[in-house]
């Protein structure tokens, strides 16, 4: 598995992420706004949800590589006052970002994606972290009226990320085996195989390259932006909104897919 990103960026981008959803939030004209891409949340909701997991992430980190599951949140609960709550999430995000320094990207760390490609470690809790944060800001400026694009590096890494943690398990593809492939406009594509053997995902080789001919035609391809590709995968724009090529039913089905 490839990164883009090392464990210095992760936590700057946490930070930076987090600053500009608290931003979204604060010119947002109402917290009882509904989130257009959480519709069951108010904005209120949202800031409550993404403070509280923070805070629960913190503890797990903090409870070191025996754990055994996901730790509750500490500290207070989050105040309804708009002022009082932004403070509140600024604090939830330091006591992440705390937990994190101090564990260091190595150590061991209880995760729900044990079956995936990704290690079971702080590193890629805080990898995932970054994405959980920035797709939530996404959420929160698009309520306040004022979305932003992704910045290229999170999405980057985010359509990485998203294959080798979200989508790639050892249970078994219910379906007929499929290849897919996945294209950043001039940039690097990923390839995700489905078969009774799960979902297995790897970086594509450089177009032109002998690796590159070898390989299999894919039964369907998705091409777009980083960001286009990362905000299909996470639901905020519709599967189909990137360019398809080949049967985007296989596209409709990994949607619907939930491993056991």
Same mark, same amino acid.
């Given at each position: ?30 917290? =009882? ?40 949140? @500490? ?47 702080? *590193? &890629? ?20 009226? =004022? ?13 990485? @990320? ?13 379906? @007929? ?9 001039? *940039? ?29 035609? &894919? ?8 960001? @286009? ?5 996470? *639901? ?25």
């Amino acid at each position: 598995m490839e990164k883009t990103l090392e464990f210095p960026d992760l936590l700057r981008l946490i930070d930076e992420r987090s600053t500009a959803f608290r931003a979204a939030v604060a010119a947002a004209p109402s917290l =009882d706004t509904q989130v257009p891409t959480c519709p069951e949340w108010t904005l209120s909701d949202l800031v409550r949800h993404l403070g509280t997991g923070r805070r629960a992430w913190a503890a797990t980190v903090a409870a070191g590589p025996d754990a055994t599951a996901k730790a509750a949140p @500490e500290g207070p609960d989050a105040p309804r006052e708009r002022e009082a709550l932004l403070e509140w999430m600024a604090a939830s995000t330091r006591a992440l970002l705390d937990a994190l320094r101090e564990a260091g990207p190595d150590r061991g760390c209880w995760t729900w994606w044990g079956t995936s490609q990704s290690p079971q470690t702080c *590193g &890629a809790v805080a990898r995932h972290q970054l994405q959980e944060v920035a797709m939530h800001t996404y959420d929160a400026q698009l309520t306040a009226g =004022d979305p932003r694009p992704l910045p290229d590096q999170v999405a980057l890494d985010g359509i990485d @990320e998203f294959l080798h943690t979200c989508v790639a398990t050892t249970d078994p593809w219910p379906h @007929e085996p499929a290849v897919v492939d996945y294209h950043v406009t001039d *940039g690097p594509s990923w390839r995700l195989w489905l078969s009774g053997d799960g979902a297995r995902a790897t970086r594509l080789p450089v177009p032109g390259t002998a690796a590159d001919e070898a390989l299999e035609a &894919a039964d369907v391809s998705a091409t777009g932006t980083a960001a @286009e590709l990362v905000l299909a995968f996470y *639901g905020r724009i519709p599967v189909d909104a990137p360019k398809v090529d080949g049967d985007i039913r296989i596209f409709h089905q990994l949607v619907a897919w939930e491993p056991a």
